[in-house]
């Protein structure tokens, strides 16, 4: 399979993923497994336009903790490089 298909792949799963979570308020999508899942909405560094990112998620002392792995990759995710260039986020999650 061609990386531009895996891509376009990728694309349309999490955006069913996203507009599942939402009309569902978490109950589906929320969890994958044991694991939680919260939205995380920044602001494209280049773009400007919100981008919506499907994350796994761990509780620690009352705060969120993301870990911006990229599934491995040599660089930082976009939504850790759009957090970087501006802070201002916000997340939704169900609990």
């Given at each position: ?16 993923h ?5 009309i ?6 929320g969890?994958w ?20 990112t499907?994350?796994f ?18 660089q ?13 986020q ?6």
């Amino acid at each position: 399979m061609s990386r531009r298909l895996l891509r376009a792949i990728e694309r349309a799963v999490t955006r069913t993923h996203i507009a599942l979570y939402r009309i569902t308020r978490g109950r589906v999508g929320g969890k994958w497994g044991k694991a939680r899942v919260l939205l995380l909405t920044t602001t494209g560094r280049t773009t400007g336009k919100r981008r919506t990112t499907p994350l796994f998620y761990l509780r620690d002392d009352g705060a969120k903790a993301l870990v911006a792995s990229g599934g491995g990759r040599a660089q930082h995710p976009g939504w850790y490089r759009n957090l970087e260039a501006n802070p201002r986020q916000r997340s939704r999650s169900t609990g």
